[in-house]
């Protein structure tokens, strides 16, 4: 099994966004980064994920299975992590590993008292006294304490303190050694991306615009810089979002090859950032609209 | 094995990974039948991500400087040493070929492409 979560044919359709025709997939055993601007459906996304929402159509398959008949497993086997504690705030982790573990098969108490103590994690104290950095461990410290294989996590950097979100990077890169665990998680913090992700999934308006490994990003994609008069409507083709000024124009464009056949030493080339991909690919999505 | 990656390089991070593991098994440094670390392990030592260190590794095998056994991982393969070091003088051939064809042009004697050559060569 290649894709650890397969959306086909996704629809739903709220008052003010909709989702049409979804197909999405993400692939065992690698980091795949979420991105896309506020209210672009990424939340609806990880609740459709978790059949804490359900689709109007379409097919949501978690580890091949699908929720109807396979809820309780799926869920066995998923760390949502997140930061708002809801049913917990007023318990300290050590009631909480009383709680949760018999709720799961695979529940390893050595291993939850081993993260405790490696994420320096106070056993006693209420989980809403915690910080947000906190809550974060404590959240993957239980996810990773029932094995879970898949790890979904909706923006799990936001609002951390930029040596608290390494620390965060490097756990992840540790969950990663062991290749039967996915790691699929929103940011808006592109940079966190650049260092591990392995693919990254742009979502606009509830669309899939790229689901694609970094460094094919990376190759594929660059900041273009030269002067207005090379522009017409031919040489215009190769660009996604073209943005002029009195003093040139800069680009973005997901042809490297054609760029320099065409301009050769005329322009400059830069690579591309994930944050400068999605800002020109945001600009020319609504451009065709 | 040491290995050392700059993210503000214009090289692309495989490419770093493969050449710094390519020169270790030319100097002899990564004898054959060596094992390469785990692609995962080498990912988190490096910082980097997965699919990163496993191209580096693709890269590796296809060009024949490593194979792999599924799941036990990758190891040095056998150098014939004489063919590479062939190759390569080749390339330098070909190179040198062109500086020459580039000093006829300008009128640069022998003597001062000499020259020239030792300046850079002793730098």
């Known amino acids: 099994m290649e894709n650890v979560i397969e959306f086909r044919g996704i629809s739903k359709k709220f008052k003010e966004f909709s989702i049409e025709n979804l197909d999405l997939q993400i692939k065992r055993g690698y980091i795949t980064g979420f991105i896309g601007a506020n209210g672009a459906g990424k939340s609806t996304i990880i609740k459709l994920m978790m059949n804490l929402l359900q689709a109007d159509k379409g097919e949501v398959k978690v580890f091949g299975m699908d929720y109807f008949s396979h809820a309780k497993e799926i869920k066995e086997r998923i760390g949502f992590v997140y930061d708002r504690n809801v049913f917990y705030e007023a318990l300290s982790l050590k009631d909480i590993s009383r709680i949760v573990a018999p709720a799961y098969k695979c529940w390893n108490n050595k291993q939850f008292k081993a993260y405790v103590d490696k994420f320096e994690l106070p056993l006693n104290k209420p989980i809403k006294k915690f910080s947000k950095g906190m809550q974060m461990k404590a959240s993957l410290a239980i996810a990773l304490s029932h094995d879970a294989e898949l790890i979904i996590m909706d923006e799990p950097t936001a609002g951390l303190d930029p040596a608290f979100r390494r620390e965060l990077l490097d756990i992840f890169q540790e969950v990663m050694v062991d290749e039967r665990r996915t790691i699929f998680f929103s940011t808006h913090i592109t940079s966190d991306l650049d260092r591990i992700a392995d693919y990254i999934v742009l979502i606009e308006k509830g669309e899939v615009l790229f689901n694609k490994p970094i460094y094919e990003l990376k190759e594929r994609y660059a900041i273009v810089k030269g002067s207005t008069n090379l522009l017409d409507r031919d040489t215009e083709e190769s660009f996604i979002k073209i943005e002029r000024s009195s003093t040139g124009f800069q680009a973005l464009t997901n042809n490297v090859e054609e760029v320099k056949e065409l301009f050769g030493d005329h322009v400059v080339m830069e690579e591309a950032s994930l944050e400068e991909i999605m800002f020109y690919v945001k600009g020319a999505h609504s451009q065709h609209d | ?123």
Request: negative net charge; without cysteine.
């Open chain 2, 1 to 123: 094995m040491q290995i050392i990656i700059s993210n503000n390089s214009k090289e692309p991070i495989y490419e770093q990974i493969m050449k710094q593991i390519q020169t270790a098994i030319l100097s002899g440094e990564l004898a054959e039948g060596t094992a390469l670390p785990s692609i995962r392990q080498l990912a988190k030592d490096l910082k980097i991500s997965v699919i990163t260190t496993k191209r580096a590794y693709e890269e590796l095998e296809k060009s024949g400087f490593t194979y792999s056994i599924v799941g036990k991982g990758s190891f040095v393969a056998e150098q014939n040493l004489d063919v590479i070091r062939e190759k390569k003088l080749k390339v330098i051939e070909e190179q040198l070929s062109v500086v020459i064809a580039n000093s006829r042009e300008l009128g640069l004697s022998y003597q001062e492409l000499q020259e020239l050559l030792k300046l850079l060569y002793e730098e």
